[in-house]
């Protein structure tokens, strides 16, 4: 499953994210962010015109991302929390 694919304020923990091609500077760069391995994300928002931008939290800072970007990132069912 991808973040992308994440239900609305729902939590997931990170698998990985893809990389595209080599030198992929946009995996690089969610990477950076705090999109690795075992991290916990959540689903807050989504935008009003298609569902972009996607408003994602990971640790205690949120991001916005396309969906094409939230579509690279790899994650796996996370333990059940309440929302906060």
């Keep these: 499953m991808t973040l992308s694919d994440l239900p ?16 992929d ?3 690089r760069r969610l990477r950076e962010l705090g999109f690795v ?3 916990d994300v959540r689903l807050v928002a989504r ?3 298609g569902g972009e931008p996607l408003l994602v939290q990971v640790g205690f800072t949120r991001f916005a991302l ?4 939230a579509a690279r990132i790899l994650i796996a069912p ?3 929390r309440g929302t906060a």
């Design 8 to 23: 609305m304020h729902s939590s997931a923990l990170v698998e990985s994210v893809q990389d595209l091609h080599a030198n």
């Design 25 to 27: 500077a946009i995996a």
């Design 37 to 39: 391995k075992g991290e």
């Design 47 to 49: 935008g009003p015109v």
């Design 66 to 69: 396309r969906r094409s970007e």
């Design 78 to 80: 996370g333990p059940a």
